[in-house]
Each structure stands twice: as structure tokens, then as C-alpha cells.
């Protein structure tokens, strides 16, 4: 009974790793609606803050490397997209774990939008972050502003080293969209997992009680 007890929580435990190892690196967003263009074409994370609740319009996840949403007819960059709503940009990029508030929807459009991206990165000294954009963006890692390029624009492609320390660091990516179609938001970002507390618990207590079955067989034999 304890044989196929320990047996039952080893494996889950590795069930655990498992899923963790396999699972894709996301990251997490918010757009607000901000009913302005003023707003929307200043793409920083001080902008965001400043926001009020009400122009909070959803949450969701998405996957990571390359983030690359996009909506709108008129753009070689965004082959395919013709409808210019917060569901075609996301969807084109696999979003998932929508919440919707304040009245807002998938079909909503984009026009005067702000999108606040959130992750962990895995970053060196000297690495090249290369965005294309149609509108503004700003990307913060750790403490460091490695792009600052808030206004409205044409599609255009920026690349940036970063200079900062080597190691896994938050990273803020905040877009803008304002004010015409398309939207194009382009981003290959070193992403990591972190691991959710539940995952870990019930890791270390299956190696754990696989541990303690190990030593017990040993003063057995």
C-alpha cells in the first residue's frame, strides 16, 4: 500500500515538471479603451497608469515568441486581415483567456486603444530587440527602457540593444493604437516560464515523499 502510495505521488510529481517543462510560455495583457486619440498615441506605461477604470475593456493571454498581432486591411505586413476589431488583432496572434468589462467586446474596434503586455525575459547584455509597429510602443525590462517610440507612425521596424544586466527580468510592453487601420505589433521576446505556486507545492512534496520511500527502502535492505 505505502509502495503503490509513494509510486502514485512520484509520478504525479513528475506529471507536475512535466507540464510545467511543456507548457507554453504566455504572455498576459490588458487593453483599455480610451476614447481619444491623444491618449491612445502615447504608448508609455505612465499613460496606462493614468487611465481611468472605466476605460478598462479586457484581459487575456497570449503566446509568446514572436508576439505578433495584427488587424486591419491596407498593410503587406498583415496578410489576410481586413477587419480592424480587438477580436481579428488578437485572434490573428492565438489569444486566448479573455475577460471582458465595462461593456466591451470581441467585436469592438481598435481605434484609440492602449495594449499593456506583461511577462518574464530571459536577457544578455548586447541582445538586439527588433519590433516592427503600426502604432507607438514603449518596452521596459527590469528598469530599463530598451524602446521608447510612443507616437502614432507608419509601419516602421525599430531595433534596439539592450544594455542592461544579464538575467530574467519583468519586462512591460505597452502599444498604442491610434489612428487608422491597420494595427501590426511584432515583437520576438525571450520569454520564460515562472511557475505557479500550486505546480511547485505539489512538486516538491511528490520528490519529497518519493524521497523519504527511497531512504526507507534502503534501511529495509
Known sequence: MLKKM??????TALLALGVQQASANTVNGTVYFTGSDA??????PAQVLALPAGDL???????????????????????????????????????????????HAATDSLAQTLFDFKGTVSVTNGDHFLAGHDDGL?????????IS??????????????TGPTG?????LVYGECCNPPAILDVTLPLISTPEPATLLLLGLGLGVAGLGFRRRRKLS
Open 138 to 146: 514603449t518596452l521596459v525590462i527590469g528598469a530599463l527602457t530598451v
Open 6 to 11: 509513494l509510486m502514485s505521488l512520484a509520478v
Open 57 to 103: 475593456g479586457a484581459t487575456f493571454s497570449l503566446p509568446s515568441t514572436p508576439l505578433f498581432v495584427c488587424a486591419g486591411p491596407g498593410s503587406a505586413q498583415c496578410p489576410g486581415q481586413n477587419t480592424y476589431t480587438l477580436g481579428a488583432f488578437l485572434g490573428f496572434g492565438g489569444a486566448s483567456s479573455f475577460t471582458f468589462f465595462n461593456g
Open 39 to 44: 491618449l491612445a498615441g502615447n504608448a508609455t
Open 149 to 162: 517610440e510612443p507616437a502614432p507612425t507608419a509601419f516602421a521596424t525599430t531595433d534596439r540593444v539592450y
Open 168 to 172: 530574467n527580468f519583468p519586462f512591460e
